[in-house]
């Protein structure tokens, strides 16, 4: 199995920066790909950024490009989330997820880490 853990969250102006990270234990040799979500308030769980685990290719929601980069550390087993220019709809729990390959859904998942961003 693997465990997710995520961190870095907390409160932030709008315009600001916060970097969140996710560490990942256990069978870390099954992960493909690593992604990030989010889930606002009354709102669905959505799709942030991903990034292949091997090859490091990297993936954006709209809503994020340009203004949020996904990276991984394969030595330490690690996947970072680097916010800059921080928008008040920002605002989430922000969620750390791994797939496996030839999965059609994401196989782990963090508890997730409060974003707040102020206006």
């Known amino acids: 199995q693997v465990q997710l853990v995520e961190s870095g969250g907390g409160l932030v102006q709008a315009g600001g920066s916060l970097r969140l990270s996710c560490a990942a234990s256990?069978?870390?040799?099954?992960?493909?790909?690593m992604g990030w979500f989010r889930q606002a308030p009354g709102k669905d769980r959505e799709f942030v950024a991903h990034?292949?685990?091997?090859?490091?290719?990297?993936y954006y929601a709209d809503s994020v490009k340009g203004r949020f980069t996904i990276s991984r550390d394969n030595a330490k087993n690690t996947v970072d989330l680097q916010m800059n220019n921080l928008k008040p709809e920002d605002t989430a729990v922000y969620y750390c997820?791994?797939?496996?390959?030839?999965?059609?859904?994401?196989?782990?998942w963090g508890q997730g880490t409060q974003v707040t961003v102020s206006s």
């Open positions: 997820a791994g797939k496996k390959v030839l999965r059609s859904i994401y196989d782990y």
């Open positions: 256990g069978r870390t040799e099954s992960i493909y790909l």
């Open positions: 990034i292949g685990w091997g090859a490091g290719s990297t």
